[in-house]
């Protein structure tokens, strides 16, 4: 059984925080602000976070973090002005995927065996939630083998260590263009896991109403991580009222070889509807 609380899980993420880690953390100076490289996130101060979860702010400050106790409200639809569109800064792509069109990475590329999955998206109006990451690593029967084979923000790493996910924007993670990323070691994933499915969902979608035809220029890309370029990319085209959840890629194991499919298929279940789906028990 795990928990997948937002809120929660960023409370006890913040608590673990040793104390060197936390004298590291200082508030950014005028010229970082003033910066084109940085990427606002998604209704995040530079120097006072708020916790869209969890009520709660975090003020930094050069020597330690101080949590700042708020008056818990209602999640409400924040305003964010991006000076250009995430996807508008990649490169073009090395090779450019069709929905449905599998492709073999052990064929095309087969010293390509860590590879990072970047994820990104941006919103169609002013209206910005939270989005998350999952990989569901499933085995034969298109389950979890169990609850510690996803890889989320409340679970950073599979059992085997193949799949690594490197954390969650809403908590000021830069990637660059890429909003979240998840690495992938191919040769160390288990042999009973025969598919990684990759997952985009909204979070608290159903209780404020959000859904992906708010979402605009949604993609996955794929990096060698030995050689730092980019192989594959796959760019979502539906987005969709009814959806809050879209399984955007599996990669799957077949006949010695490892592939990709770009499946874009969304649906009306949540993370926990997922989990439910994928075999998954939570708190």
């Known amino acids: 059984m795990i928990n997948i609380r937002h809120n929660e899980i960023k409370a006890i993420r913040l608590s673990d925080v040793s104390a060197s880690q936390r004298r590291e953390i200082r508030p950014l100076t005028l010229s970082e602000l003033s910066t084109e490289k940085l990427t606002p996130v998604k209704g995040i101060n530079p120097v006072t976070s708020g916790n869209a979860h969890s009520g709660s702010s975090v003020q930094h400050h050069a020597g330690n973090v101080q949590p700042v106790q708020q008056t818990a409200q209602p999640a409400s639809p924040v305003s964010q002005t991006r000076t250009a569109p995430l996807r508008d800064k990649l490169p073009p792509a090395e090779k450019l995927l069709k929905k449905g069109e599998k492709y ?36 034969e029967t298109e389950k979890v083998p169990d609850d510690s084979w996803i890889v989320f923000y409340g679970q950073l790493r ?14 000021g993670k830069n990637f660059g263009a890429d909003c979240e990323q998840i690495d992938i070691k191919l040769d160390s994933v288990s042999r009973h896991i025969s598919k990684i499915a ?14 992906f035809s708010g979402m605009k220029d949604a993609y996955i890309r794929f990096t060698d991580m030995s050689s730092g370029k980019e192989i594959f990319r796959y760019e979502l085209t539906d987005y969709y009222r009814e959806v809050v959840s879209m399984v955007v890629g599996e990669l799957y194991f077949r006949n010695g070889e490892w592939r990709f499919n770009p499946v874009g298929m969304g649906t009306g279940d949540d993370l926990e509807g997922l989990c439910n789906r994928y075999g998954i028990e939570v708190k």
């Open 104 to 139: 073999s990475i052990t064929k095309n590329h087969p010293s390509a065996v860590s590879l990072r999955a970047g994820i990104g998206w941006d919103f169609s109006g002013t209206q910005v939630y939270d989005i998350d990451i999952e990989a569901f690593m499933l085995d």
């Open 158 to 171: 599979s059992p085997d260590g193949s799949v690594i996910h490197r954390g969650d924007s809403s908590e």
């Open 198 to 211: 990759l997952v985009m969902t909204i979070n608290e979608a159903k209780q404020h109403g959000y859904n």
